[in-house]
């Protein structure tokens, strides 16, 4: 069974950063589209960033300019680097392999709150 293992979440002030990271062990992950989604008390969840097997990256636009995604095809692992964050970033980010939401693999997800 595929693990997406994220880390790297917690409290942070307003304009401060985080970096979160994606481990997995079992996936072919070098071919995998993957991305970050982020889900907010009351709110759907939403794409946050992805990046293409080919390193072909692709931003939400409240994030570009602030957030970077990036792979390490060698330590199978998936970051997501937050700069400036401000308190609408507050939400719990998933990490996904596959490329369509609706199929694919999801982490457990790794809590993220903005404080102003």
């Known amino acids: 069974q595929v693990q997406l293992v994220e880390s790297g979440g917690g409290l942070v002030q307003s304009g401060g950063s985080l970096r979160l990271s994606c481990a997995t062990s079992q996936l072919l992950f070098v071919a995998y589209t993957m991305a970050w989604y982020r889900q907010a008390p009351g709110k759907q969840r939403e794409l946050v960033a992805r990046?293409?097997?080919?390193?072909?990256?692709t931003y939400a636009e409240s994030v570009k300019g602030r957030f970077t995604i990036s792979r390490d095809n060698t330590e199978k692992t998936l970051y997501l680097q937050m700069n400036i964050l401000k308190p609408e970033d507050t939400a719990v980010y998933y990490c996904?392999?596959?490329?369509?939401?609706?199929?694919?693999?999801w982490g457990q997800g790794a809590q993220v709150t903005v404080s102003s």
């Open positions: 996904h392999a596959g490329g369509d939401s609706a199929a694919g693999f």
């Open positions: 990046i293409t097997a080919g390193g072909s990256t």
